[in-house]
Every structure is written in structure tokens, then in C-alpha cells.
């Protein structure tokens, strides 16, 4: 491809219940969580017809059954106010809802996909590396344990998404070998500087303008790829549905147009689960962006690429 061609990347926080433990809101999303296996099995057919190589970041212990694991004793625990014992809140100590908390068929599932899917991480257990609290040996033992835990199922991820988009201890993430990480999304209101109670306003202020999502421009750093974030595919939920209702769909038409025009990378994020409250409405809505997507691909104007690839033609200098 033409290095003026732009480049869509999809990436998925795939975590079922896993996001919401330390925070006492798994009952909240419960219905969510239970839909979340028929929602992907949907994306993989649809990344299939559309040929889209996704990025699945994954939380490990989706993968291994934790009832009555011993796999974190001994690790040092996270000094973070909204939770007094990171380990011990673990639901594997209480007897858990497996359908809530493990996903063992995952992988087979995306193994067996068409198009090739990338398996990347989410953590061992969702840990948030740059929240105040977590030192660099939390960071060590939890990215550790994920690694370990792919490994051993026959895969080495190259690519890692941080829990709720909050990015630290890159040294340590450099340690790992891994090539790439998703920055927080290109918006001068997603810095850390901004108190966290005015983002909200302003990102349903971008929702309900139809504003245009960023083409964006991946960074190398000692090796470290970034990739930020182009926008997150908003659902059918949580006040979004306030917004217009294709207004999601609109600004990805944007996004996507700007990367073609630019040679730059249009970067679509969200959770499976996200999908969950309304599948229908959104699982067509998605299929609504990836079909303008296979229209550019179709003339040429734009690649489609996991991160893991989006990585290796940084690396190569393809945005210097």
C-alpha cells in the first residue's frame, strides 16, 4: 500500500466482569455481561464479512478458571483508596457466576475466525498500572502474570491496553517486550491535567455535534509504539442514548474520511460488553461503520490493520 494510505484499527477491552469488581458495580452491568458471549460471536462474523483484523486486549483471568487460585498470593497489593485489598476483592475467593467472570472458549473462538485476529492483554486482573497507588512491582506482577498466563496457551501478545485508559510505568511495559499500547484518545480534553469531572460534558458535547474524531499519528519511544485513540464507539446506553442516534456512526464516517484523506490512523475502541444493553441497534450501528470502512478499502484510500501491524510499520518508519 501507498504510504499516504490511511489506516483503520479496531480495539477491544474484552473483560466481562473483571472491570467493574473494585468499583462494587457488576450488578449494574450484569445484563451486559450475559449478553457478551452472543456479542462476540456477532463481531466475529462481522470482522469476518469485512475482513478486519481486530486487536482483543484481554484480561488473562477471563482465560484460566480462578475459583480458589492461588496464582496471586505472595504478590505485593495496590495502595488505592476506593479499595482496601485489591487481591482479597478478587472474586476468586468467594465462589463466582462463571458466566460473569470466565470465558475459557475465547480464544478457540478467535482462533478459528477468517480474517486474523490479533490476541493482545488487558491485564491479569484489570489492575489500573497508572492510578496513584499502583507501584512499578504491582505493575511488574500483574503484567507477569498476563504474559504467563498467555504464554502457556500458545500465544505471545505484543499488544497492551491499559485498564480504564490510565497509562503508567511504561518502563516496565518496555521490560516485557511488548511493542505497542494504546494512548488515551486525541482530544486536548482527555489530558490528565483536566479534572475528571469536566470530560464527561465534553465528550457528550463531541457526541451530540457530530465533532470529527482525530486521525491520529502513532509515536515511537525507545522502541515503546503509542497509538492513540480515535474515538470510542459509544453505546446504546448510560445517557449516550440523549445523543442523536447516529451520531456515532456519523462521526466515525468522519474520522475514517480524515484518515483516507490524511494517510493518518483511524482508531475505534470500545468493550464488548458496551454492546450488550441494546445488541441489536448496535451491533447494526457497528456494522453501519465497517461497512463505510470496507467502501474506502475497496478504492484503495484506506488499510486495515490490528496495532500489532499498525506497530511494526512505525517501527519501519512509516510516520516519520
Not at 498470593?73 to 485489598?85: C, I, K, L, M, R
Not at 442514548?241 to 490524511?262: C, D, L, M, N
Amino acid at each position: 500500500m501507498d504510504e499516504d494510505t490511511g489506516v483503520f484499527v479496531l480495539s477491544l477491552d474484552t473483560e466481562l466482569a473483571w472491570g467493574m469488581f473494585d468499583l462494587g458495580r457488576v450488578d449494574e452491568f450484569e445484563a451486559a455481561y450475559r449478553q457478551t458471549p452472543s456479542i462476540i460471536e456477532h463481531l466475529c462474523n462481522l470482522f469476518d464479512e469485512y475482513r478486519i483484523p481486530a486487536t482483543w486486549a484481554i484480561v488473562s483471568h477471563l482465560l484460566t478458571d480462578c475459583e480458589g487460585d492461588s496464582t496471586h498470593v505472595g504478590q505485593s497489593n495496590p495502595d488505592f483508596e476506593w479499595v482496601d485489598d485489591w487481591f482479597g476483592a478478587l472474586p476468586c475467593t468467594d465462589g463466582l457466576d462463571r458466566d460473569l467472570w470466565y470465558a475459557p472458549w475465547l480464544l478457540d473462538r478467535l482462533r478459528s475466525c477468517q480474517t486474523e485476529q490479533e490476541i493482545g492483554l488487558h491485564g491479569a486482573t484489570h489492575m489500573p498500572l497508572g492510578a496513584d497507588g499502583c507501584s512499578a512491582q504491582n505493575a511488574r506482577e500483574e503484567l507477569g502474570s498476563a504474559i504467563e498466563t498467555l504464554n502457556a496457551l500458545g500465544e505471545d501478545p505484543q499488544t497492551f491496553i491499559f485498564p480504564r485508559n490510565d497509562i503508567g510505568h511504561l518502563d516496565v511495559l518496555r521490560e516485557t517486550q511488548m511493542q505497542v499500547y494504546r494512548e488515551v484518545d486525541a482530544r486536548w480534553y482527555e489530558t490528565p491535567r483536566l479534572p475528571s469531572a469536566l470530560k464527561p460534558p465534553l465528550r457528550f458535547a463531541d457526541e451530540a455535534l457530530h465533532q470529527t474524531p482525530p486521525a491520529v499519528t502513532p509515536s515511537v519511544h525507545d522502541g515503546l509504539v503509542a497509538v492513540p485513540g480515535s474515538q470510542i464507539f459509544r453505546p446504546t446506553h448510560g445517557g449516550w442514548q440523549y445523543t442523536p442516534s447516529k451520531s456515532t456512526v456519523k462521526r466515525a464516517e468522519k474520522g475514517i474520511e480524515r484518515a483516507a484523506r490524511t494517510g493518518g490512523v483511524f482508531h475505534l475502541w470500545f468493550h464488548p460488553f458496551n454492546l450488550g444493553h441494546e445488541p441489536k441497534r448496535d451491533l447494526q450501528r457497528l456494522e453501519d461503520v465497517l461497512a463505510v470502512v470496507d467502501e474506502f478499502a475497496d478504492r484503495g484510500q484506506i488499510e486495515r490493520r490490528s496495532m500489532q501491524e499498525v506497530a511494526e510499520l512505525a517501527l519501519n518508519g512509516r510516520w516519520e
